[in-house]
């Protein structure tokens, strides 16, 4: 089952003295929802998602999944990440198979768990290659599947396509959901691809950056799977581009006062 | 692959399988075959010319000849196999003691930062010792002469494994870290299922520089008061003016050299994870 996300109250700073990197986050994550966080390089969405997944702790506030507070790393709220990071001494069943060996399931179960894993991502056929021999899209299946396997109640996503082809990273955004929304797993990725956001998400989250902040949201209430040349599709991605620079105006004018007056000129 | 390869390649596949294997071993072994044929011509030559001068003469038996005679002898009275098992057995030893202190050590000085800060330079001040600079003190601070032999080749193994074993700790990519953290390891597992098995292929290249420094030191270590080893049977047969056997004995500790080398080098192969075309 999905599990619900409660981002409370929470700012975080690198260092003690340093400026926030985070302030004043505050949402809800509802069980089974498909979230996207969308906002510009280096504005703090990657430390949100780290700290969702147990590998941060906020300087202020909590993250709380099903109203219990992350504080460690655990295989029931999974990330995959930009590199999918996979063993190169492991087959891909054995690299799959890793989280469920971590919780102590015998080596005979976790085989049948993957088998049936390898087939929904499409690798059924190179269960024993070695992942060195994979393509970056096999080897982004490769980590899905692991991250599958544990059963989490939420999958989070650092950037994990943008490394692939076009092609690859199309027929991943359209799948993942899909996956997401079959096994009711509550998703949040993260991005900077406006038309990712939307292809993926039931709910985009615009961040602005100096500090980080969740300032907008959009509800994307199409039907799956998503297709880019969608008259409404595209009417989403132009009000989400609208938010977003919106969003980056705003955010240049509270930096920088002397812009607002040169704006309102 | 070469043109000669490939088209012997292509022959194979029309052979009987026999014939294709016996053609394959030779091909390989032709180059290694020529370059020992190389320098038996050279021992011969050079056991020639002792044995033309008058001055040299004495020492006739080095040559090749009467070392083989030599060495089949040896081999005949099974005094070889006791020679060749007493080495074997202390730098056995040796060597597992280095794995043992070596390894956990390399693990820790390549993973905590600040352990690596304190170790480096007393580690490489004594990394630079010559093990058998250590021979007196091992002398007086073990009962036994083996246990002093051992000791000595502890002190040649330790620090290439465990150098190499903190290399590789250190070129571990953090991600492997991060995701395992992320999969729910614990402690010994991270150990178990991540660090070892990453750094197997540097401990395994750090063994084989190990067995070739520990084999060098075994040979002046076996001086020591012991009566067997292929150290003790060069020095009896010195002692003895038995030159051929003493040739023998070269032979063979450049023989079993060679061979625990080869063997290292496959179980490299073995732990190697890095994809080979």
Redesign the interface.
């Given at each position: 089952m999905g599990a619900t996300i409660s981002l409370d109250y929470i700012s975080h700073r690198y260092q003690a003295a340093g400026p926030n990197t985070l302030s004043g986050i505050n949402n809800c994550i509802k069980p089974g929802e498909l979230c996207a966080l969308i906002g510009r390089s280096g504005c703090g969405k990657s430390t949100l998602l780290h700290m969702m997944a147990g590998l941060l702790i906020p300087s202020e506030g909590c993250v709380r999944i099903n109203n219990q507070q992350v504080q460690k790393p655990s295989a029931k709220w999974n990330m995959m990440f930009q590199k999918a990071s996979l063993y190169p001494w492991m087959s891909v069943k054995e690299n799959a198979a890793l989280g469920l060996l971590f919780a102590g399931v015998s080596p005979a179960q976790a085989s049948e768990k993957i088998d049936g894993l390898l087939d929904m991502v499409g690798l059924h056929d190179r269960k024993d290659a070695r992942v060195q021999s994979l393509s970056g899209g096999q080897q982004q299946r490769v980590a899905l599947a692991r991250s599958l396997a544990t059963e989490p109640e939420v999958l989070l996503l650092d950037e994990p396509f943008s490394a692939l082809d076009a092609f690859t990273r199309g027929a991943l955004q359209e799948e993942v959901p899909l996956i997401c929304r079959k096994l009711n797993i509550t998703m949040v990725t993260v991005t900077h691809d406006i038309d990712e956001a939307i292809t993926m998400a039931d709910r985009v989250l615009i961040m602005s950056q100096n500090p980080g902040r969740i300032v907008d949201e959009l509800s994307v209430d199409l039907p799956w799977p998503r297709r880019h040349m969608d008259h409404k599709f595209q009417h989403l991605r132009d009000e989400l581009m609208q938010m977003f620079v919106q969003t980056e105006t705003t955010s240049i004018q509270a930096s920088d006062p002397s812009i607002s007056k040169t704006v309102a000129a | 692959m070469t043109t000669a390869s490939a088209s012997l390649e292509r022959n194979r596949a029309n052979m009987p399988p026999l014939m294709g294997g016996v053609l394959w071993v030779a091909n390989q072994l032709k180059y290694p075959v020529l370059g020992c044929l190389c320098l038996l011509v050279l021992w011969w030559f050079g056991g020639y010319l002792i044995r033309n001068d008058p001055d040299l003469s004495a020492f006739s038996a080095f040559a090749p000849g009467p070392t083989f005679s030599a060495l089949y002898a040896l081999i005949l009275s099974g005094e070889l196999v006791q020679t060749i098992t007493s080495s074997l057995y202390r730098i056995l030893i040796g060597l597992l003691w280095g794995v043992a202190i070596g390894v956990p050590v390399g693990v820790l000085i390549g993973y905590v930062g600040t352990a690596m800060k304190i170790a480096n330079v007393p580690f490489q001040i004594l990394r630079m010792i010559s093990p058998l600079a250590w021979m007196p003190i091992a002398v007086l601070a073990f009962a036994s002469w083996d246990a002093a032999i051992i000791f000595l080749i502890v002190m040649a193994a330790v620090w290439p494994i465990m150098f190499s074993t903190a290399h590789g700790v250190r070129k571990i990519?953090p991600?492997?870290f991060?995701?395992?953290?992320?999969?729910?390891?614990?402690g010994p597992?991270m150990l178990s299922?991540?660090i070892l098995?990453?750094i197997?292929m540097d401990v395994v290249a750090g063994i084989r520089l190990a067995v070739g420094v520990a084999w060098v030191v075994l040979v002046p270590a076996e001086y020591l008061g012991v009566t067997s080893g292929l150290g003790y049977a060069i020095n009896d047969a010195r002692d003895t003016l038995s030159y051929d056997t003493l040739a023998a004995i070269v032979l063979v500790i450049g023989v079993i050299g060679y061979c625990l080398d080869w063997l290292c080098g496959l179980l490299v192969k073995r732990f190697n994870?890095?994809?080979e075309d």
């Amino acid at each position: 089952m999905g599990a619900t996300i409660s981002l409370d109250y929470i700012s975080h700073r690198y260092q003690a003295a340093g400026p926030n990197t985070l302030s004043g986050i505050n949402n809800c994550i509802k069980p089974g929802e498909l979230c996207a966080l969308i906002g510009r390089s280096g504005c703090g969405k990657s430390t949100l998602l780290h700290m969702m997944a147990g590998l941060l702790i906020p300087s202020e506030g909590c993250v709380r999944i099903n109203n219990q507070q992350v504080q460690k790393p655990s295989a029931k709220w999974n990330m995959m990440f930009q590199k999918a990071s996979l063993y190169p001494w492991m087959s891909v069943k054995e690299n799959a198979a890793l989280g469920l060996l971590f919780a102590g399931v015998s080596p005979a179960q976790a085989s049948e768990k993957i088998d049936g894993l390898l087939d929904m991502v499409g690798l059924h056929d190179r269960k024993d290659a070695r992942v060195q021999s994979l393509s970056g899209g096999q080897q982004q299946r490769v980590a899905l599947a692991r991250s599958l396997a544990t059963e989490p109640e939420v999958l989070l996503l650092d950037e994990p396509f943008s490394a692939l082809d076009a092609f690859t990273r199309g027929a991943l955004q359209e799948e993942v959901p899909l996956i997401c929304r079959k096994l009711n797993i509550t998703m949040v990725t993260v991005t900077h691809d406006i038309d990712e956001a939307i292809t993926m998400a039931d709910r985009v989250l615009i961040m602005s950056q100096n500090p980080g902040r969740i300032v907008d949201e959009l509800s994307v209430d199409l039907p799956w799977p998503r297709r880019h040349m969608d008259h409404k599709f595209q009417h989403l991605r132009d009000e989400l581009m609208q938010m977003f620079v919106q969003t980056e105006t705003t955010s240049i004018q509270a930096s920088d006062p002397s812009i607002s007056k040169t704006v309102a000129a | 692959m070469t043109t000669a390869s490939a088209s012997l390649e292509r022959n194979r596949a029309n052979m009987p399988p026999l014939m294709g294997g016996v053609l394959w071993v030779a091909n390989q072994l032709k180059y290694p075959v020529l370059g020992c044929l190389c320098l038996l011509v050279l021992w011969w030559f050079g056991g020639y010319l002792i044995r033309n001068d008058p001055d040299l003469s004495a020492f006739s038996a080095f040559a090749p000849g009467p070392t083989f005679s030599a060495l089949y002898a040896l081999i005949l009275s099974g005094e070889l196999v006791q020679t060749i098992t007493s080495s074997l057995y202390r730098i056995l030893i040796g060597l597992l003691w280095g794995v043992a202190i070596g390894v956990p050590v390399g693990v820790l000085i390549g993973y905590v930062g600040t352990a690596m800060k304190i170790a480096n330079v007393p580690f490489q001040i004594l990394r630079m010792i010559s093990p058998l600079a250590w021979m007196p003190i091992a002398v007086l601070a073990f009962a036994s002469w083996d246990a002093a032999i051992i000791f000595l080749i502890v002190m040649a193994a330790v620090w290439p494994i465990m150098f190499s074993t903190a290399h590789g700790v250190r070129k571990i990519d953090p991600n492997w870290f991060k995701v395992a953290r992320n999969l729910g390891a614990t402690g010994p597992q991270m150990l178990s299922r991540i660090i070892l098995p990453a750094i197997m292929m540097d401990v395994v290249a750090g063994i084989r520089l190990a067995v070739g420094v520990a084999w060098v030191v075994l040979v002046p270590a076996e001086y020591l008061g012991v009566t067997s080893g292929l150290g003790y049977a060069i020095n009896d047969a010195r002692d003895t003016l038995s030159y051929d056997t003493l040739a023998a004995i070269v032979l063979v500790i450049g023989v079993i050299g060679y061979c625990l080398d080869w063997l290292c080098g496959l179980l490299v192969k073995r732990f190697n994870w890095h994809l080979e075309d």
